[in-house]
């Protein structure tokens, strides 16, 4: 019974995953012209790196990210990213 149950709750939970999935706005296309269609394009899919902040992407493809903050010689203050060679 035990088994039933988690493979039930397994399967509910793979048919949930993918019906979020499939409810996420598309927000990237393979060619200019296909964004004029985007809702409707095949051409056209959901990234969750797009409009993400550098150290969730790094993240979610399972690498580290290192910032820097560098001072220029006119005052600006600028933030470097740098993602660690090594997973």
Request: charged fraction near 20%; glycine fraction near 2%; charge should be positive.
């Amino acid at each position: 019974m035990k088994i039933f149950i988690w493979i039930f709750s397994l399967i509910v939970f793979q048919v949930f995953s993918v019906s979020c999935e499939v409810l996420r706005e598309k927000n990237v296309c393979s060619s200019f012209i296909d964004y004029q269609t985007i809702k409707t394009n095949r051409n056209c899919w959901y990234n969750p790196d797009v409009n993400a902040k550098p150290h969730a992407i790094a993240k979610r493809h399972g690498y580290r990210l290192e910032n820097h903050r560098v001072v220029t010689f006119d005052g600006y203050i600028l933030t470097l990213h740098r993602i660690s060679p090594w997973k």
